[in-house]
């Protein structure tokens, strides 16, 4: 009898000090967790970004603890249920807070997306000498929504030494383009958007756009036969020559015409005409048009590129069977 009263005293004293530890246990299965990913607005995570949290006691946000996001952007926190602040930040980077209300035995993600920075530098120079240009206006085109690029840039001007350097510039793609006195304006890497090197800004990193002009005084030539029939035969004939404009549409009104010498042939020559991208239209009284290689509209027609000081580009011939 004793020793069953010994048992069972012995059973409750073992009940007692099990219950409160199973009783923590479950309760520290039930305290919510949160977890996310830090990121730049170029995209890439952020590592060691800053997570202060704070929870809203009596109408007041009270600090909680600070946490530093992982190589891979992650973080995690696991507390007691409540109204949560967080707030994140990281350099090169402006701050965002997000607040998130957590209940008991919930488990949430929270990512953040901090509007971040960059910078571009670079220099402007002449193409035809390789010379510094000073005082030479570099415009710097963010890509917008949809791939398209916003007419208005930021704005920046060649030092004396001929570089430049825009900080603070919202991470993304760029396209940068330079104009001065004396000089074709251009964008870095082709004439045109479309032909245009892009440049990719990212956070706290500087990237380097370099611009090189044409001097307006660079010339080129264009030149061919104008031509009638299946056994071709010179012609008399007009040639025109359409520029295109420097973002990237082509005029209505062309630069410069010059007409083909039956008696040498059906040539023609263009004459100087500044180095650029052309597309070439040929007229005869009895023929219409017709525009190079053998196409009936400017849309169609192949475009002949002047990109070298002394350039002669030759047999851009037109025929009209």
Not at 52 to 69: D, E, I, K, M
Not at 212 to 224: E, M, V
Not at 280 to 295: A, D, E, I, M
Request: overall charge negative; glycine content about 12%; proline content about 6%.
């Amino acid at each position: 009898m004793h020793a069953t009263l010994r048992k069972l005293g012995i059973a409750v004293v073992i009940a007692l000090v099990l219950v409160p530890l199973l009783s923590q246990a479950a309760l520290a299965k039930v305290e919510p967790d949160v977890s996310g990913v830090v990121r730049g607005s170029d995209g890439i995570v952020i590592q060691d970004a800053s997570i202060a949290s704070s929870v809203l006691r009596n109408g007041v946000y009270v600090p909680v603890t600070t946490l530093t996001s992982g190589t891979n952007g992650a973080w995690s926190l696991t507390d007691k249920q409540g109204t949560y602040r967080f707030t994140f930040s990281a350099p090169s980077a402006d701050p965002v807070t997000l607040d998130l209300v957590m209940a008991r035995g919930g488990s949430y993600t929270l990512d953040a997306t901090l509007p971040s920075y960059g910078s571009i530098e670079g220099s402007v120079t002449d193409a035809a000498s390789g010379a510094l240009i000073s005082g030479a206006q570099v415009s710097l085109f963010r890509q917008g929504p949809g791939g398209t690029w916003p007419n208005t840039p930021e704005a920046v001007v060649t030092a004396d030494d001929g570089t430049y350097s825009r900080a603070s510039l919202p991470c993304g793609r760029y396209l940068a383009m330079a104009s001065a006195d004396g000089h074709a304006s251009t964008y870095a890497g082709g004439p045109t958007p479309d032909t245009a090197r892009q440049f990719v800004v990212q956070r706290g990193r500087t990237v380097t756009a370099n611009v090189a002009l044409t001097p307006l005084d660079a010339n080129g030539t264009i030149s061919g036969r104008v031509l009638l029939g299946a056994d071709p035969q010179p012609m008399f004939g007009y040639i025109y020559f359409y520029r295109q404009n420097a973002d990237g549409t082509w005029p209505t009104t062309y630069m410069r015409t010059v007409q083909s010498d039956i008696y040498a042939g059906g040539a023609y020559t263009s004459g100087d005409l500044p180095l650029g991208t052309y597309k070439v239209r040929f007229f005869g009284v009895h023929t219409g048009v017709q525009w190079w290689r053998n196409v009936g509209t400017m849309d169609a027609a192949t475009p002949v590129v002047l990109d070298a000081p002394g350039e002669a580009v030759t047999d851009i011939d037109g025929w009209f069977p």
